[in-house]
């Protein structure tokens, strides 16, 4: 046996490169906003998830010095034992008041929250239905989980239906799972026909809101309000780091939930609390979302406006249908996906490339911030038109 066993590793990475798969990080410098210096170069920047713009904001970075002037940097412990301070508990009824449910539960990220919630609520006996298209941490909770798992084609509540009179009988409980606002394609699911189903069927819903939150419904507690959903019973998750401009994920729900997943959550229980830090910028969004929803009107105004110019200039763009600040519009494969993002790139702006196997069609991915000026998304349609024109070119 003189096989080196870790030679696999590089043969996989060839593998990728050969697909058009391969990733690497870049680098962006000093702070994040509508435009970043990503690698040297001056960039308007529509890769973010600072749908808000709150990452950069004054407010959150003086909440965030402040606390740890007074906690320290490092919470210690795991909540349960030595991590647990006050504005985990001030942050946690800002975010249960926001979504107006009983309660709620910071975990160190949303992916976290995901993981432990899912794995905690089903087990071997239960059923869960995943929308196809649903984020990686639905889908390893899932599994985590060990339940059985069947996926339902996107969006699709026919399907969904016919899986639920076939499957639900031979299971002792059921969960649904589904992103509220898809995050690599921008439509939202339908969910008062998923909540109606999950009554009929005695199914809990999960819906995870990390894209939503901040940014749908008029006060921004996301896809439930949007929906005129708010007060039926379901468990919401989401997380700190998107809208809310920190680090940090949450569930949110009936205090019966919230209590059993303090006992039995794997992933929050076994990990050390989040920081005081990440905590304190955190709540200081919370706020700033709650006080000042002309930012979520600015977002939705600067969304419109991309919507318009994309009607006037660019009608043979194939745009996915997005109801959400995630515009995506698809090309033929991977290789023109990258093509394309280089292109974007070199005009001064940054926009990714999304390949498989995150989704199944390569797409350039356009997320749209409150604070873009109108001369962003005017450079924008420019660029993607000229992207156009050397297309018909070839
Ligand atoms: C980003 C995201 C998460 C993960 O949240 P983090 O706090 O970044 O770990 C979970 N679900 C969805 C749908 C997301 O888009």
Known sequence: MNNNPYAWINESLATIHRADWYRCVQTIHGAPGATVVLSGQEVINFASNDYLGLAGDERLQIAAITAIQQFGTGSTGSRLISGHREIHRELEQGIASTKQTEEALVFSSGYLANLGTIAAIVGKRDLILSDEYNHSSLKKGAILSGATVVEYPHCNTAALLQNLQQYRKNHRRCLMITDSVFSMDGDLCPLPQLLDLAEEFSCMLLLDEAHATGVMGDTGAGCVEHF???????????????????????????????????????????????????????????????????????????????????????????????????????????????????????????????????????????????????????????VIKSIEELDHKV
């Open 228 to 382: 005129g959903c708010t007060g039926r019973e379901l468990i919401q998750i989401g997380t700190l780091s998107k809208a809310l401009g920190s680090l940090g994920g949450y569930v949110a729900g009936s205090s019966s939930l919230i209590d059993f997943l303090r006992n039995r959550a794997p992933s929050w229980i076994y990990t050390t609390a989040l920081s005081p830090a990440d905590t304190a910028a955190a709540l200081a969004a919370v706020k700033i979302v709650r006080e000042e929803p002309e930012r979520r009107s600015q977002l939705w105004q600067n969304v419109n406006y991309l919507k318009q110019l994309i009607t006037e200039n660019l009608p043979n763009l194939k745009l996915l249908p997005t109801e959400s600040p995630i515009l995506c519009f698809q090309l033929s494969n991977a290789a023109a996906a990258l093509t394309a993002g280089k292109h974007l790139r070199e005009s001064g702006i940054f926009a990714p490339a999304i390949r498989p196997p995150t989704v199944s069609t390569s797409r350039i991915r356009i997320s749209v911030m409150a604070t873009h000026e109108l001369g962003h998304i005017q450079k924008l349609v420019e």
